[in-house]
């Protein structure tokens, strides 16, 4: 059986005495890109001093900012490849699927914290809470600022919602590896699968 942790042990102190940085409405562009460079160059130290415990908004906030940038991404892209390699793309389904998924980014991000936070619950205890996961989801998107970039994209997502995760559940929650593990994995597959098809059902709609 899994390890079940009480709540005074649950969340992992700060180790290095500095808070992991944060999304501020204030500084948009400054906080972003500090969060950004945490993700990805110091991701293990990022939540390890990472606070569980927090508001919502600001991440909600960081998750619309990085759909914002990776949509304008996105529709230079399949300009580019419009226009260079003449590809069967309808540019305007390309801004549309964009702009929806701008829209609903928080919300998808929310869905997915969901079927994580089922995970974590099932295998590390009950305490855990909504607040929590989707404050270290919605930091891991982060990374997703890299999906509009061919074969970027896949190892964007891996990164995002499985070696960032996996990272996160460990800290916070002070899970052994292995039990970390299989929690990252247990949350990974359903939400990959439901963001596959929601891939191909946005493909289908952009195609010519």
């Known amino acids: 059986m899994f390890p079940q942790y009480s709540l005074p042990t649950l969340y992992n102190p700060l180790v290095e005495g500095a808070k992991s940085p944060e999304f501020d409405p204030k500084r948009p562009v400054a906080s972003a890109v500090a969060v950004l460079r945490a993700v990805f160059f110091a991701p293990r130290s990022f939540y390890l001093n990472f606070t569980a415990e927090g508001p919502l908004r600001e991440p909600a906030l960081f998750v619309l900012l990085v759909s914002a940038v990776s949509g304008v991404l996105s529709t230079v892209v399949n300009l580019i490849s419009a226009t260079i390699f003449e590809t069967g793309v309808s540019l305007p389904g390309v801004a549309v699927s964009n702009l929806a998924f701008f829209v609903l980014s928080p919300i998808l991000v929310g869905a997915a914290a969901g079927v994580y936070l089922l995970s974590v619950r099932t295998f590390i205890g009950p305490e855990a809470k909504f607040r929590e ?22 190892l964007a997502f891996t990164y995002a919602t499985f070696i960032l995760m996996l990272l996160g559940i460990r800290s916070v929650y002070r899970a052994s590896f292995l039990t970390a593990l299989i929690t990252a994995l247990a949350g990974f597959v359903p939400v990959a699968l439901a963001f596959i098809y929601l891939l191909v059902v946005i493909n289908g709609l952009v195609a010519r």
């Not at 996961?133 to 896949?154: D, T």
């Open 133 to 154: 996961v989707y404050r270290l989801l919605a930091y891991a998107y982060g990374a997703m600022i890299l999906f509009p970039f061919p074969i970027l994209n896949a």
